[in-house]
């Protein structure tokens, strides 16, 4: 679906983020042309908001952003939960448990669970697009099939442990 460039796990590498989101968006946007479904104003605001940063955002925080940017909007946090569920369902986001807030998925639309590496410093949330190997392995070493797996590691990226 996309490239290898945008696989990978950016969040605690310096990088030109202007370049990572417009990617990101237009990868987005592809996803819901081939897939033929509706990417709204409303939900293309939210996801830009989304991918702003490397840090993951509460529904209410997404709500206040829409509501400063346009004074005469003013809309209600259904609209917002709404416009997150259609992300969630279509894997352009993730919800990150652990933070009650929603991160930009870094491959819209992969397969797959999703494992993230949370900074307690920055705040900055990168995903991991390899899977939990010992998890997976184990789980079928015994017939057990994963449906739903959810990976928040917590700790301190480079930059943060040396302050
Ligand atoms: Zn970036
Ligand atoms: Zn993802
Ligand atoms: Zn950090």
Redesign the pocket.
Known sequence: MSSDKTRHC??FEH?D?RL??HELLATARDLCKLRRLKLTPRRQQVLEILLQS?QPMGAYDILAQINKADVNAQIAPPIVYRALDFLLEEGLIHRIECRNAFIGCIDPGHQGAAQFLICKGCEKVAELDKPASTLHSEASRVGFVIDHSVVEVTGFCADCQQK
Do not use: F, S
Request: aromatic share 0%.
């Open positions: 950016l969040a990088h983020h990572c989101q490397h």
